[in-house]
């Protein structure tokens, strides 16, 4: 593949470095949109609801495009002459709000699933909102929205491939390139889904390992 | 008929001098969605008291017991723990009442035990970790201390042997009693219980009404919601029986339960006739 092994390699890093920053983000997101749907506080559960309702109903690849233009096209006009957007951080921030959109969902369903009596259980022996969030709601809304996290995230591995349209030099986009450079395709294609096929497996099998631990006192 | 308020004044503060109540609700009204719940409820334990409160399915006791530690906060009317008044915002438009010092709230509510029909242990924490989180987190105690309190009291209840089993792996009866401990940690002023045997198979009641009544004997100070007749004739220093989201007639178990006045109660202790 001459010479291709060592940009796979960089690709490999980038496709990871943007999926771990947007998916950490994503779950702060999450916890915020979910927090906000079930507040108690109007203004705030109709913005999540926008929020959730726009992002699930465009493809992430449209997202991605409309942050990168847009984001170029806002930058412009601050600083008066043309400002391009990094690919990188126009693609973490799209995939951030794109996965923030999905884990609200999941978290508010995982919340609302956890009974009543926990919380009050907690507020019965005096102890604050917060730390009835910390202490009891958090931790088994993750047991809860574990396997849905798991395959969000999935998804997100492999929908960090989009950001390679915008440029960045993903491993996607290393395949896209060889394939047209090396009169190869077939292999450069092959090699990037060996790569993705890993990312995702090391994923399936780490999730399994923390929901074993994670619910080991459930069953 | 008299009233509920009649009936307290007579039988409650008055009748008792000086003394100050342990926790009393005065007057409470609380309307949940359209229904009104509790329709001028008042009720005062005294130091060292058990009271238990009788009453049909709907007639109000879990709200009642709800409003007394702000689980549940009441459109109208009074709570006092001690001779403090707890301080409580009235409905305003499309919102409801709400707690107006949410410190205080904490405050009153980690002296006020709460164990509930359904358990509401924490699964995914044991014996132990359930009964430490109050005193670590609510008292400041030190996870060390905290353990030292928390086994006493599981030893107390007899589940010191079970101190690292999660809630999944107790009975019923056994869960209960955790949950128990786990309001006895903090070591609270008063107690209340939402039909504490209510969900449990008749072979477990037995194990966890001998915990409330060693906690009887102890003098310790009960609001006890209950469908257990003869044990509430027992432990009960008065029992209140509640209908319409009213208490209807309230007295020493002796007296009201061998001889009812109202024709509610009649009916409720014989639905025979
Ligand atoms: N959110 C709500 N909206 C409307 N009505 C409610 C709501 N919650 C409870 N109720 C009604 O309030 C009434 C009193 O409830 P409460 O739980 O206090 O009664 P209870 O005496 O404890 O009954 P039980 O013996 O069944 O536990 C019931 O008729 C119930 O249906
Ligand atoms: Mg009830």
């Not at chain 1, 992430?60 to 942050?67: A, F, H, N, W, Y």
């Not at chain 1, 960045?168 to 450069?188: E, K, N, W």
């Not at chain 2, 792996?169 to 903090?186: D, F």
């Amino acid at each position: 593949m001459g010479g291709f092994q060592e940009q796979f390699l960089r690709g490999l890093e980038t496709t990871v470095l943007v999926a771990a920053i947007s998916g950490t983000l994503g779950m702060l997101v999450g916890l915020a949109g979910a927090a906000a749907k079930l507040s108690r506080f109007r203004v705030l559960r109709m913005i999540a609801d926008a929020y959730t309702t726009i992002v699930r109903g465009v493809p992430e690849l449209l997202v991605i495009l409309l942050v990168y233009f847009g984001g170029t096209a806002a930058l412009t006009a601050l600083v008066g002459s043309y400002v391009e957007v990094s690919a990188l951080w126009a693609g973490v921030f799209s995939l951030t709000v794109v996965f923030g959109a999905y884990a609200t969902e999941i978290f508010r369903g995982a919340i609302q699933a956890i009974p009543r009596g926990q919380t009050e259980a907690a507020l019965s022996i005096g102890l604050a909102p917060w730390q009835t969030w910390l202490l009891v709601i958090l931790p088994q809304m993750a047991r809860i929205a574990l396997p849905a996290l798991c395959n969000l995230w999935i998804s997100l591995l492999k929908d960090t491939s989009l950001i390679s349209i915008v440029g960045l030099s993903d491993i996607m986009r290393v395949a896209v390139v060889g394939a047209g450079s090396m009169r190869d395709p077939l292999t450069f294609y092959l090699a990037a889904s060996a790569l993705y096929l890993m990312l995702t497996s090391v994923s399936l099998l780490t999730f399994r390992l923390v929901e074993r631990r994670m619910l080991a006192p459930l069953h | 008929m008299q009233t509920a308020i009649d009936i307290h004044s007579e039988d409650g503060r008055h009748g008792r001098g000086a003394a100050t109540a342990s926790l009393r609700a005065e007057n409470v009204h609380k309307t949940l969605g359209t229904h009104p719940v509790l329709r001028g409820v008042s009720l005062a334990a005294y130091p060292h008291e058990v009271i238990s409160v009788l009453g049909a399915s709907g007639s109000g006791k879990s709200t009642l017991l709800r409003c007394l530690n702000l689980l549940e906060v009441p459109d109208s009317g009074e709570i006092w723990f001690r001779d403090e008044k707890l301080d409580i915002r009235p409905p305003i438009g499309q919102n409801g009442a709400r707690i107006g010092d949410a410190r205080q709230a904490r405050r009153v509510r980690a002296s006020l035990g709460m164990v509930f029909q359904s358990f509401n242990l924490w699964p995914h924490k044991t014996a132990l970790e359930n009964v430490t989180e109050g005193p670590v987190h609510v008292r400041g105690l030190t996870r060390r201390a905290a353990t030292e309190r928390a086994e006493n009291y599981l030893r107390k209840v007899g589940l010191i042997e079970r101190r690292d089993h999660y809630p999944r792996h107790l009975s019923g009866g056994q869960q209960q009693r955790v949950a128990i401990a786990r309001a006895l940690a903090m070591e609270p002023e008063v107690l209340l219980f939402d039909e504490p045997t209510s969900s449990l198979d008749p072979e477990l009641t037995g194990e966890v009404l001998r915990t409330i009544r060693a906690l009887a004997e102890e003098g310790r100070t009960m609001i006890l919601v209950t469908h257990e007749l003869s044990f509430a004739r027992e432990v009960s220093s008065r029992v209140a029986f509640m209908q319409g989201g009213r208490i209807e007639e309230e007295g020493p178990p002796d007296e009201v339960l061998s001889r009812p006045a109202s024709a509610g109660l009649r009916r409720f202790l014989d639905p025979a006739c």
